[in-house]
């Protein structure tokens, strides 16, 4: 079983910066050789994608994050992270990470993604 642990969620304020990171462990699952991504839930909204890396490094961002956001990896960590800067307050969601068996990409569609974590808060004050 592979497990998904995402950490460094808080609250700060508009312009603020936070640093998500998300350890994979279990059934051997490595993050470079999976596809993987950040996705964000707000109250009352739908689960949307914000940003994915491939096996081979490519990565992608939701225009809700562009320039803002980066997606990125430690191999040697098994971690992924989201560094997000300039946060605003429509940024305020939980954070999930998600992992996917095959090594590219299919989107931000969520049942495309074989495990989930637990997710992180951020909320950004104005």
């Known amino acids: 079983q592979v497990q998904l642990v995402e950490s460094g969620g808080g609250s700060v304020q508009a312009g603020g910066s936070l640093r998500l990171s998300c350890v994979a462990s279990g059934s051997g699952y490595s993050v470079k050789n999976g596809c993987m991504g950040w996705f964000r839930q707000a109250p009352g909204k739908e689960r949307e994608g914000v940003a994915l890396i491939q096996s081979d490094g490519s990565s992608t961002h939701a225009n809700s994050g562009k320039g803002r956001f980066t997606i990125s990896r430690d191999n040697a960590k098994n971690t992924l992270y989201l560094q997000m800067v300039s946060l605003k307050p429509e940024d305020t969601a939980m954070y999930y990470c998600?992992?996917?068996?095959?090594?590219?990409?299919?989107?931000?569609?969520?049942?495309?993604?074989?495990?989930w974590g637990q997710g992180t808060q951020v909320t950004v004050t104005s």
């Open positions: 998600a992992a996917r068996r095959l090594p590219y990409c299919a989107g931000y569609v969520a049942d495309q993604y074989n495990y």
